[in-house]
């Protein structure tokens, strides 16, 4: 089975050897901005998980 050529992941245009995984300069800077405006995100384990290693805090009582 032929491997197709790998595309942009931005536009979907062929991908060049210059610009590779892009097409062009300009689909590079576009996934720059997309990485430094936070559109992309990796997500983060939730809180949960850590509150159920750590033992229950202890609070005073103030009727003492």
Avoid: Q
């Avoid at 060049?16 to 576009?30: G, L, N, W, Y």
């Avoid at 992309?40 to 033992?55: F, G, H, L, Q």
């Amino acid at each position: 089975m032929a491997r197709s050529a790998p595309r942009c992941p931005i536009c979907g245009k062929p991908a060049t050897d210059k610009a590779r995984p892009f097409c062009s300069d300009r689909c590079k800077d576009v996934d720059l901005n997309r990485w430094l405006s936070g559109h992309y995100a990796i997500p983060a384990a939730s809180d949960e998980d850590d509150d159920a290693e750590r033992p229950p805090s202890v609070v005073p009582d103030d009727d003492a």
